[in-house]
């Protein structure tokens, strides 16, 4: 039976409780700069400057790296933000934008719906963008992570901005990082189609005189692919490797967390991350969304939430989603 298990309390306290390599990839988005209070203290999101946020972040991943498989990989979905100044951007309209619900001061906290981040500090001039994901990107590499590659989450329907003087914003970064060189990534598990103008395409640039005896150009009687160039698999089936822009639309959840990525998003993560009955790790468990994922893809979890509210909801959810095919304990500090 797959089996979910949520943590509440402290992400490092909480991690410093799993032993070394129990886990074999790491799915998670975690607090953003300046943008939410989650009404919790001791909450990550809230410190003064980009450098004390990405330190304690950075000490989060410290934790994961002891308790990741030395082949596992974590793949981190963060955004950015701008110089922070006066009463802030978390209005009630957000909540209502995306979860179809009226703002719930008792799950976000009283004073949410109009952050003060008049004490914020950034580095950067007024207007400006403070690069928030490669700070912490950054950070992870000195850290002693491989940064693998940086993949970007288009959002076919973004949140409108009222701004006239750039465009608006339509993407976040998931960044993929490894603790060694070589490390365990299933990229059969997330091939896509091969659309059918690049398909007649590639077949005939396979057939060509110059090309059809290259060993990653060969080409069956019936013309269809046997090996292939270009991002495209081998075998029988049509395929080509997943591209590093993901368009994924953002999806309303009828709950009260709300900085949820949808589904779609980390579905590919978790596939190509780890193969069945193994376990998938978010230290920032929030409304369970990579736990639902997980076991719905036949993976164990381990969620770690502050919020002892949030660990319910991610409780119900996952619960919900699985029926009687799984477990899920929540574990109070």
Partial sequence: MLEARILVGDAVERLRELPDGSVQTCVTSPPYWGLRDYGHAGQIGLEETPSEFVERLCQVFDEVWRVLADDGTIWVNLGDSYKPSGNGSTKRGLNERYFGKEFASNKQGAEASHLDRSGFVADVKPKELVGIP??????????????????????????????????TKAHEYIFLMSKNPRYYFDYEAIQEEIELHNKAHYQKYAQTSSKASSKTNQVRNDGNFTETHCGFATGLEEKRRKRSVWSVSTQPYAGAHFAVYPPNLITPCILAGRQEADTVLDPFSGSGTTGEVALTHNRNYVGIELNPEYATLSENRISNAIGMLGKVTVNNA
Wanted: overall charge positive; hydrophobic content about 40%; aromatic content about 18%.
């Fill in 134 to 167: 490669w700070r912490f990107a950054f950070a992870m590499q000195n850290r002693g992570w491989y940064l693998r590659q940086d993949i970007i989450w288009a959002k076919p329907n973004p949140m409108p901005e009222s701004v006239t003087d750039r465009c």
